[in-house]
């Protein structure tokens, strides 16, 4: 996951990894949503039908907290190797808009 | 115990310490060192005020009741965040584009900046947010009287408590809020304050859970016990709230007015969005990770029916923990404050775009053009509408009597906000969106929000009697408040949730399938939907009517004189001109409308700019004009393209003439000499022959007789020569006079082939097909014949090939009769072709003596008798093709 340094002979190599990490930056949220809807599969304490245990609410804490903390990670992590690219679009784009050109 | 006084003695210190921070801000932004202030770090916190009171110590309570649904509430705005390159920035780019104010006028720019979609949303807002403010001052009253100790009441009135809070806030706002009239311009006092409040609620919060978990629990692992013993300790989340709650939250994050107020029209830098889509996760796990904690320590210590709404100060008051409870204290009234103040800012914006001011507008007559400062104007109506719905959110608060109803809002305020979803990314990422659907399905989902949601929240006989709500209305059961088409047993909220939402988003799709919209509803869907491929401007202001002193006027009144001067004068700068007045181009009033917008919203400055420059920007006709003006581009283009093909094959046709004249004066140049050479020989030879026989005594007979005759010979060449020449002059004057009778052709080529082979020096075979000679020709025989004699002593003058054979052949069409002189000779070089049938033409290499005008002659000859002569390269030699009329 290293960030090449230099635009060097390996751009495209480069340019394709950073690709990827965009698509990963963007199917991040779905991958929050799945592992977040996950608990409703869970065993309730509602339902005492069920032969299953209830999860006990401590590890359904653990559960939720390290989902959060690792799209966190990730989201920060992606965001920090995509920050060129990320920055690029948000300058060149904004210098248009602000001046109200007609653009390029 | 603290007392109530003093604690009212802390909140006055840190309300002045809130108010020096804001002052301390906006000195500082003002001259220019803004630094910190617009980092993402700020940013970040500022997107706290999503963390109300409610949410501080509601919580809390929330856990209390139903252990960890409570977390739904943050995990919506934590994946809204976490999948930020998606929707959000999409509206910060078109927030930024387009100088958006507030939702109802991101919403009404994109629908063709309709003001009636914008006071819709309005209205819808202030509907949806108003009791979350009061909930915000009763969560601040309740804690003050905690703490004025279990009877509460000796020194203490909460009412009066919530109004002088409330008064506080409003003049906060005002005096932090409605410093600059550009909404656009971020409120720095505001931002810094509100992010300072973020630190102290998230402190507060942290602090009473450490306490918590290694004061009185003893550290995690114990702690963890103690939650599965604890009456929430088993997983009992019903999984449909767990689902719709968090999709709720996530809608009601992203179109929460005070929420759309700091993500969109605060945000500075699109990077600080990035930063946050991670950091502001982290803020709201943070803020939610000793939630269960203090729950669980609260019902275990607390006596049964304590409100578990206020654990967070309740646990460390008993626990002695007097300096504790006060931060908490402060955390809540942060998060109460805060919110109260962003929120107000963005419906107080709200109310005074679109609703005061079209109507100061429209009851001032003429607009744009009414005399006075409009800025005071708006700026009047802009603090007036934040102490009226301040005022609206005390007298809900009184009028509720600050009971449990209250507490529900929180929810219920998120389904409300959350009906403006369907029209907003349908208006970001859907062409077809229009604004009658948006309107309908608004108005739709309003209603049944109201119905299904708001009006039951007060409970049965409140509002809606005991009777509508088991039986429905007028008896009809299918339409109970809470089981709409009879559909039992769903929780109210996502009962309520579900229903609006689909009907919502139901109407919408179908009714902007079924209209059609407006040009410039059109122009802005295109402009929002394809914002990153900013090549689609609106077309812009037909400026014909619209003076630039006119428009100067105007925006002095809006955006004040020095801004106004400024804006025009670096216009007229970029139009390269000098003074303050710039030509108003279309670029330029677009611009000066998106100023305007950041003040006044799309809707208005639009509606002023229209009042000047007289009429919409875009109608159909224009449209209609502009395509018809490419469709005539086109057929412009079109004609360019044709006359540049014909002019290029002009110029072929002259570089070819050109270069036959080139050649022609080479070849005149040529038979000049040539002529002068073959006059001059014969002459030479008379000449010398004559004076031999003058001055030469005893010539013999025999000489003589040689000699005279060299000398009638060189005399008949002469002759010859000359003839041709005043031929060729004659017909080519058009003097000629054809003598035309008629005759067989076979006869004409019979006496050319023995002419000419009469006078041959070499045989040359000539082959014929008699029997398609035999046709009678009218015209000038003699002439053909001359014309005939000529290609056959050509054929055999220069035909060089072994066995030299000419083929006579006769081609017979309607009109024409063709006669093809083919030889088996080296075909003529491409070259001299083009020339050969000129005057003086002759082929270079040939060395037979003649003059170049047979073939110019036999042209003239065709030419008179109304055929043409062609030559044609053969397969193995060469053709010339005689065409007679017939």
Known sequence: MSMPSTPSKFLEQSGYRQRRMMDALRLLPVLGLLLWLFPIFWPTGLNVSNNNDPVSTSSAVIYVFLVWGILILLSSILRWCLRHTLEQETTTDLDDMDVGKTGQ | ?886
Request: overall charge negative; proline content about 3%; glycine content about 8%.
């Open chain 2, 1 to 886: 115990m603290t007392s109530v006084n003093q604690l009212i003695g802390v909140s006055f210190a840190y309300v002045i310490f809130l108010f020096a921070i804001a002052f301390y801000a906006e000195r500082a932004a003002a001259l220019g060192r803004r630094g910190w202030l617009g980092s993402p770090l700020v940013y970040t916190l500022s997107l706290s005020i999503y963390c109300t009171a409610w949410t501080f110590y509601g919580a809390v309570g929330y856990a209390a009741r139903s252990g960890m649904e409570f977390v739904t509430i943050y995990l919506g705005p934590s994946l809204v965040m976490i999948g930020w390159w998606w929707v959000l920035r999409k509206l910060v780019r078109i927030g930024r584009a387009q100088r958006v104010t507030s939702v109802a006028d991101l919403i009404s720019a994109r629908y063709g900046k309709s003001n009636l979609l914008a006071i819709v949303v309005t209205i819808m807002a202030v509907v949806g947010v108003t009791p979350y403010i009061a909930l915000q001052l009763q969560s601040v009253t309740l804690s003050l009287a905690i703490f004025s100790g279990p009877d509460g009441t000796n020194s203490f009135s909460q009412p009066g408590a919530a109004f002088w809070i409330a008064v506080g806030l409003a003049i906060f706002t005002v005096l932090f809020g409605t410093r600059n009239l550009n909404t656009n311009e971020r409120h720095d006092g505001i931002v810094i304050a509100i992010a300072v409040e973020a630190g102290v609620k998230l402190v507060a919060l942290i602090a009473v859970g450490v306490f918590v978990v290694w004061g009185i629990a003893g550290g995690i692992g114990p702690m963890m016990e103690r939650i599965d013993t604890s009456p929430i300790g088993e997983w009992g989340v019903d999984p449909n709230r767990w689902v719709a709650l968090t999709a709720l939250s996530a809608a009601a994050f992203l179109c929460l007015p005070r929420m759309f107020q700091v993500l969109v029209v605060e945000n500075q830098d699109e990077r600080h969005l990035q930063i946050a889509s991670w950091a502001f996760p982290l803020y709201l796990m943070l803020m939610s990770l000793f939630v269960v904690p203090i729950a669980v320590i609260g019902l275990d210590l607390m006596p049964a029916g304590s409100n578990p709404d206020l654990f967070v100060l309740t646990v460390p008051l008993a626990e002695g923990q007097i300096g504790l409870a006060t931060l908490s204290y402060l955390g809540g009234f942060s998060s109460a404050t805060s919110m109260v103040i962003v929120a107000t800012l963005a419906l107080a914006t709200m109310v005074s775009n679109h609703i005061v001011m079209p109507v100061w507008l429209s009851v001032h007559g003429n607009g744009a053009s009414v005399s006075g400062d409009v800025r005071n104007v708006i700026i009047f109506a802009r603090r007036t509408s934040i102490m009226v719905i301040i005022g609206f959110g005390y007298l809900y608060y009184r009028l509720s009597g600050g009971g449990a109803a209250l507490a529900a809002i929180g929810l219920i305020s998120f389904v409300g906000v959350a009906q403006f979803l369907p029209a907003m990314l349908g208006g970001i990422f859907w062409r077809g969106a229009t604004r009658t659907g948006a309107l309908s399905g608004l108005i739709v989902g309003f209603i049944i929000w109201v119905y299904c949601s708001l009006l039951p929240s007060f409970g049965p006989g409140a509002i809606l009697s005991l009777e509508i709500f088991e039986n429905g209305p007028w008896g009809v059961s299918l339409l109970r408040p809470l089981a709409l088409y009879g559909i039992e047993g769903m929780d109210a909220t996502v009962h309520a949730m579900v229903w609006s939402l689909t009907l919502n988003t139901f109407a919408f799709i179908v009714i902007s399938l079924l209209t059609f919209p407006d040009p410039l509803e059109r122009l802005q869907g295109a402009q929002f939907v394809n914002v990153f491929n900013h090549s689609t401007q609106t077309r812009g202001w037909e400026a014909t009517l619209a003076t630039s002193e006119d428009l100067m006027i105007m925006s002095q009144r809006i955006l004040g004189p020095t801004e106004a001067q400024n804006l025009f004068r670096v216009e007229a700068r970029k139009q390269g001109m000098h003074g303050y007045l710039p030509e108003p181009t279309q670029a330029f009033l677009q611009n000066l409308e998106r100023e305007l917008s950041a003040s006044v919203g799309a809707a208005t400055a639009h509606a002023m700019i229209s009042q000047l420059v007289g009429g919409a920007s875009v109608s159909v006709q224009d449209l209609m004009a502009v395509a018809d003006e490419s469709a005539q581009i086109l057929e412009y283009s079109n004609q360019l393209e044709t006359k540049s093909d014909e002019l290029a094959r002009t110029a072929r046709q002259l570089r070819d003439a050109n270069d036959k004249l080139t050649a022609l004066s080479v070849q005149k140049d040529a038979f000049l000499s040539q002529i002068s050479h073959e006059l001059r020989t014969p002459m030479t030879s008379i000449r010398s022959f004559a004076e031999i026989l003058l001055d030469t005594e005893g010539l013999g007979k025999l000489e003589k007789t040689e000699y005279a005759s060299i000398i009638h010979g060189e005399t008949i060449r002469l002759t010859r020569l000359l003839d041709d020449l005043l031929d060729l002059s004659v017909l080519e004057n058009g003097q000629v006079n054809l003598n035309v009778e008629n005759g067989r052709l076979s006869k004409v080529l019979e006496k050319a082939i023995l002419t000419a082979q009469a006078v041959a020096i070499r045989q040359l075979k000539v082959t014929r097909r008699h029997l398609d000679e035999a046709i009678t020709l009218k015209t000038d025989l003699d002439r053909l014949n001359q014309v005939f004699i000529n290609l056959i002593t050509n054929a055999q003058k220069y035909c060089d090939a072994d066995e030299p054979t000419l083929t006579v052949e006769v081609l017979l069409s309607d009109e024409i009769v063709s006669i093809v002189f083919a030889d088996n000779g080296t075909p003529i070089p491409v070259s001299s072709r083009a020339v050969i049938f000129e005057k003086f033409a002759r082929i270079e290499e040939a060395e037979s003596g003649g003059a170049g005008l047979g073939l110019a002659i036999c042209k003239e000859i065709m030419t008179r008798l109304g055929g043409d002569i062609r030559y044609v390269p053969n397969l193995s030699g060469n053709a010339f093709i005689v065409d007679l009329p017939r």
